[in-house]
């Protein structure tokens, strides 16, 4: 169930999920929203939280584009976000 690379215990992410989740509830901040989405993607109960796609996080090459994307969502607004479409393709993903 858990990506190889991944390396918090299993009771360590859960707890990050549940702190999430609480936080969540209380201020519905957009950070806290994508840790859940983000957790939610690795535990495989959603696709990617900034690319959509439907494959899971097990391949370390899939996290680091999912990264970059997040990235360029981040960057949007100041236009330096990193260069996606070569990032996935020097990683084949």
């Not at 957009?30 to 939610?40: C, Q």
């Not at 899939?62 to 949007?76: K, N, P, R, S």
Request: proline share 8%; with cysteine.
């Amino acid at each position: 169930m858990w990506p190889g690379w991944l390396s918090p215990s299993v009771d360590a992410v859960s707890d990050l999920l549940m702190l999430a989740g609480l936080r969540f509830d209380l201020l519905r901040e957009r950070d806290t929203a994508g840790v859940i989405e983000t957790v939610s993607w690795i535990v495989g109960t959603s696709p990617g939280p900034a690319t959509g796609r439907g494959e899971g996080p097990h391949a370390r090459e899939v996290a680091l584009c999912e990264l970059c994307a997040a990235e360029c969502l981040a960057a949007a607004d100041t236009g330096a976000a990193p260069p996606l479409r070569q990032v996935c393709d020097q990683l084949g993903v």
